[in-house]
């Protein structure tokens, strides 16, 4: 379980990159995440043939891995979508209500309690963004989007953890990889033909860090995320990828000064956050160990 959490942790830290690098890349949100499917794909697909590690699934696992994917390719066209329309640090804030999102959504589609632990944390968690976040109407279409990502993402979180108990890590991204693309590769020509696209080659620059954002904050970080899943509820990585936005906003204003000033409210909202993360990866600990003593066998 430790080592869990320590994954766990250490996923959170790649994905900061992710916003950061969304406001890095230059092209929009629809060219960004193709190219992040079409390089991370590639390049995972040669991962597994060197290894020797490919898999094939029945069709019907396809359609449903695959699906999980083109899930995972509306979530980041909405997460982008974001930060192009608004910036770093609103389009992170917005995705804070993930945990509020996988409070409600889980217990509907795993057909259990709601449990008022879970709800009582998720509203620290919203106080803690509500104080973060003084609203700007200039930002409110960005807000939704990232709202909106929040909720698919959190769904996404859910449906995988449902999915994966019957394969690997390694094939559960790539068909992931594979949906993604698909969907993306349906969008891309719509999209062009509207918009009047000159062209889908990044730019060099582009490509880049393109290139990071697939290798490094997509392989590397999704498949210690399903690792994580496999141990640790829904909930409990939803919530605690609370940390991404704080870490990410601070970020944010250090290389891009998003936020010139700090006041008392964003450190009073960052301590809410960090409370509800804490108090939640608490009671897992102690609901773990009782567990571990209960099925200790009593010796005579």
Not at 30 to 37: C, M, Q
Not at 230 to 258: D, G, H, Q, R
């Amino acid at each position: 379980m430790n080592q869990s959490f320590l994954k766990l942790h250490l996923s959170i830290f790649i994905s900061c990159f992710t916003g950061i690098l969304g406001r890095v890349i230059t092209t929009n949100e629809f060219l960004l995440v193709w190219n992040r499917f079409l390089i991370t794909s590639a390049f995972f697909f040669l991962i597994l043939l060197i290894t020797k590690k490919f898999c094939v699934v029945h069709i019907k696992e396809f359609w449903k891995i695959s699906g999980l994917g083109a899930l995972l390719a509306i979530h980041w066209i909405l997460f982008y979508g974001s930060i192009k329309f608004s910036n770093v640090c609103v389009g992170l804030v917005a995705y804070s209500t993930v945990g509020l999102f996988a409070a409600i959504l889980e217990p509907i589609i795993l057909k259990r309690k709601f449990s008022a632990r879970e709800i009582f944390f998720s509203m620290i968690t919203i106080s803690g963004i509500v104080l973060i976040f003084s609203f700007d109407f200039e930002h409110r279409f960005g807000l939704i989007l990232g709202v909106i990502s929040a909720a698919v993402d959190a769904l996404f979180t859910i449906l995988n953890k449902i999915v994966m108990k019957k394969h690997t890590s390694n094939t559960m991204l790539f068909y992931e990889l594979i949906g993604g693309l698909i969907l993306t590769s349906m969008i891309i020509p719509i999209y062009a033909k509207v918009t009047n696209l000159p062209s889908v080659i990044p730019s060099f620059h582009d490509l880049f860090y393109l290139c990071i954002l697939s290798l490094c904050c997509t392989v590397w970080l999704y498949k210690l995320q399903i690792q994580v899943l496999k141990k640790l509820s829904a909930f409990t990585v939803n919530l605690t990828y609370n940390l991404e936005p704080v870490y990410t906003i601070i970020l944010a204003m250090i290389i891009f000064n998003e936020a010139k000033e700090l006041n008392l409210a964003f450190y009073l909202g960052l301590a809410l956050i960090i409370l509800s993360v804490i108090l939640q990866t608490i009671c897992v600990l102690i609901s773990q160990k009782r567990q571990t003593v209960e099925t200790i066998p009593i010796k005579d």
